[in-house]
């Protein structure tokens, strides 16, 4: 499964090398994206998102997750889901705590989710009913598995979190 994701996002930044040349725009992918443009997001992001703007990284990581302006790819999303929430990015933290609830694209881990909402809510994002969902499927002893993994995360500065 590694090597299937990794194939995947090698072969997503080089897919993006071609609109590297040309200058991208954040809020243009977003206006394309919101007016059902897809392939013009993807145009916009896809190379922002190589180059390692989170923003960029979570919406692409949405994109894949929906299917929209792409095939769906549960695989995929987690990806670009996981480098944005490497780098503090709360809402890229949130899409990785769901797909960790759900088993989407990752083996299901309720301690993986709750850990992954706890830094979003640590980083500004309100996902506590999320949590707090996930919080109620969990035994005491998984709770303070993921508080303490949270912790670690934090602390390693997003270096040791799974």
């Given at each position: 499964?590694?090597?299937?994701?990794?194939?995947?996002?090698?072969a997503?930044?080089?897919?993006?090398?071609?609109?590297?040349?040309?200058?991208?725009?954040?809020?243009?992918?977003l206006?394309?994206?919101?007016?059902?443009?897809?392939?013009?997001?993807?145009?916009?992001?896809?190379?922002?998102?190589?180059?390692?703007?989170?923003?960029?990284?979570?919406?692409l990581?949405?994109?894949?997750?929906?299917?929209?302006?792409?095939?769906?790819?549960?695989?995929?999303?987690?990806?670009?889901?996981?480098?944005?929430?490497?780098?503090?990015?709360?809402?890229?933290?949130?899409?990785?705590?769901?797909?960790?609830?759900?088993?989407?694209?990752?083996?299901?881990?309720?301690?993986?989710?709750?850990?992954?909402?706890?830094?979003?809510?640590?980083?500004?994002?309100?996902?506590?009913?999320?949590?707090?969902?996930?919080?109620?499927?969990?035994?005491?002893?998984?709770?303070?598995?993921?508080?303490?993994?949270?912790?670690?995360?934090?602390?390693?500065?997003?270096?040791?979190?799974?």
């Amino acid at each position: 499964m590694k090597m299937h994701k990794s194939l995947h996002a090698i072969a997503l930044v080089f897919s993006f090398l071609p609109f590297a040349v040309q200058a991208q725009d954040f809020g243009a992918g977003l206006d394309a994206f919101s007016s059902g443009d897809g392939q013009a997001a993807l145009r916009e992001w896809g190379p922002l998102a190589a180059q390692g703007d989170p923003r960029a990284q979570f919406w692409l990581g949405r994109m894949y997750a929906i299917g929209e302006g792409v095939n769906q790819d549960y695989i995929v999303a987690v990806d670009w889901y996981r480098r944005a929430a490497a780098q503090g990015f709360a809402i890229g933290q949130r899409g990785l705590g769901q797909h960790y609830a759900y088993g989407h694209g990752v083996p299901q881990d309720y301690v993986l989710a709750h850990m992954w909402f706890d830094i979003a809510l640590e980083n500004g994002d309100y996902v506590r009913e999320y949590r707090d969902f996930i919080e109620r499927r969990m035994t005491g002893s998984d709770i303070s598995k993921a508080l303490k993994k949270a912790h670690i995360c934090l602390e390693s500065g997003y270096r040791t979190c799974e």
